[in-house]
Structures are given as structure tokens and as C-alpha cells.
């Protein structure tokens, strides 16, 4: 019913910037809180950011002042804008959103991921 799709990864030197998108399609009425988590290979699924149907964000520490997290709901799309990219934050990033349907019932929705790589 509900489909995310990312887009936006891809390989870049540390230092630099990346952008990633999520837009959400189907039978959708509306959209509550929306986030990007990553998986490292041999680590657990982290939040990276989230943000509420309100606009109100919140961001995993070692992404303060580096990451940003947006919306636009006319769109039904999360951004995520990454800058001062390390090495560290190499992983693939998924986004996640609580998907009000058609029907009234709540869907926790995931993005397939994108490969962010971040390397000399």
C-alpha cells in the first residue's frame, strides 16, 4: 500500500557533501514522524534524524551541526542533507516513516536503503 523510495547515495570524500531523498507513494492520508537510520556491515541499525508531523527534529550525536533533516509534506518526501561527511559515517542509509493509509490504519514503512560511501 505504502512504497518509499530513496535516492541520492553514492561515493564521496570525506569532507564532502551528499543528499539523500525519500518519497513515499500509495494510499497514503498522511504522514506522522519520518527518519533516516544507517547500518554499518557488523553493526546495529542506528537513528541517524528524525522529524515529527510537526517539524520537530532530532539527530543522532555524532551528527550534530553535520546532518539535517527536512520535510516537504506536499511532497510526502524526507531529506536528509549530510555535510562534513567522515569515513565513519560510510553505511547504508534507510528512511523510515509511520504512514497514516487510506484507511486510517498506520503502517511503519522502510526505504530499500542507499549505499553512502564515504572514502579516500
Known amino acids: 500500500q505504502v512504497q518509499l523510495v530513496e535516492s541520492g547515495g553514492g561515493l564521496v570524500q570525506p569532507g564532502g557533501s551528499l543528499r539523500l531523498s525519500c518519497a513515499a507513494s500509495?494510499?497514503?492520508?498522511?504522514?506522522?514522524?519520518m527518519g533516516w537510520y544507517r547500518q554499518a556491515p557488523g553493526k546495529q541499525r542506528e537513528l541517524v534524524a528524525g522529524?515529527?508531523?510537526?517539524?520537530?527534529?532530532n539527530y543522532l550525536d555524532s551528527v550534530k551541526g553535520r546532518f539535517t533533516i527536512s520535510r516537504d509534506n506536499a511532497k510526502n518526501t524526507v531529506y536528509l542533507q549530510m555535510k562534513s561527511l567522515k569515513p565513519e559515517d560510510t553505511a547504508v542509509y534507510y528512511c523510515n516513516a509511520e504512514v497514516v493509509v487510506i484507511s486510517r490504519a498506520i503502517l511503519n514503512s522502510w526505504g530499500q536503503g542507499t549505499q553512502v560511501t564515504v572514502s579516500s
Open positions: 500509495g494510499s497514503i492520508f498522511s504522514i506522522n514522524g
Open positions: 522529524i515529527s508531523g510537526g517539524g520537530r527534529t
